[in-house]
T-cell receptor, first 113, second 112 residues
Framework: EPEVTQTPSHQVTQMGQEVILRCVPI?????FYWYRQILGQKVEFLVS????????KSEIFDDQFSVERPDGSNFTLKIRSTKLEDSAMYFC???????????FGPGTRLTVL | GENVEQHPSTLSVQEGDSAVIKCTYS??????FPWYKQELGKRPQLIID?????GEKKDQRIAVTLNKTAKHFSLHITETQPEDSAVYFCAASSRGYSTLTFGKGTMLLVSP
């Protein structure tokens, strides 16, 4: 069964540094999402992406965040200048249809020191 | 925006008992309600979902009910097993791109 994959599984960075989190959605899916989950808390929506543009974003997704689909397979989340409070698990998800199940990747644990 | 409340935050049951987790939502336009199971350190995985044109859906030991008037939906797990132990999240979606708003999660512990 196809799965969403994410790299790296764990990223440690210094405050103020840029990080890029990578995702490979399921190949025939058209809708892509980033969520984050601070340890012990609920999953929070960051951004959705369709047809090569952002379709919706939350208040968490400020100017420090950006997303890109640089080629036909990858979907990336960039944080330009990381803050301590960006430490969380970041999940990528994809969906074949806007009204169907979202499949989650295994997550990237980001630790900002 | 949408707000989803989930109760209880923790639930302990004996193996074989039933477990019920309840969620309420605020946006009457919400029309898709998935439930995700998340085991420790792993990705959320969909276990069942329901759309607003249906009142109840079952899949073996798992069922979900939806009351649109009251804006609440519930997860029912019967004959619980230790492997059901996990955190369960409800979510709601109302927009065309299916942005999911999650509840805070319920840690279910099934004791043998």
């Amino acid at each position: 069964e196809p799965e969403v994959t994410q790299t790296p599984s764990h990223q440690v960075t210094q405050m103020g540094q840029e990080v890029i989190l990578r995702c490979v959605p399921i190949s025939n899916h058209l809708y892509f999402y980033w969520y984050r989950q601070i340890l012990g808390q609920k999953v929070e929506f960051l951004v959705s992406f369709y047809n090569n543009e952002i379709s919706e974003k939350s208040e968490i997704f400020d100017d420090q965040f950006s997303v890109e689909r640089p080629d036909g397979s990858n979907f990336t989340l960039k944080i330009r200048s990381t803050k301590l409070e960006d430490s969380a698990m970041y999940f990528c998800a994809s969906s074949g249809d806007s009204y169907n199940e979202q499949f989650f990747g295994p997550g990237t644990r980001l630790t900002v020191l | 925006g949408e707000n989803v409340e989930q109760h209880p935050s923790t639930l302990s049951v004996q193996e074989g008992d039933s477990a019920v987790i309840k969620c309420t939502y605020s946006d009457s336009a919400s029309n898709y309600f998935p439930w995700y199971k998340q085991e420790l350190g792993k990705r959320p995985q969909l276990i069942i979902d329901i759309r607003s044109n249906v009142g109840e859906k079952k899949d073996q030991r798992i069922a979900v009910t939806l009351n649109k008037t009251a804006k609440h939906f519930s997860l029912h797990i019967t004959e619980t097993q230790p492997e059901d132990s996990a955190v369960y999240f409800c979510a709601a979606s109302s927009r065309g791109y299916s942005t999911l708003t999650f509840g805070k999660g319920t840690m279910l512990l099934v004791s043998p």
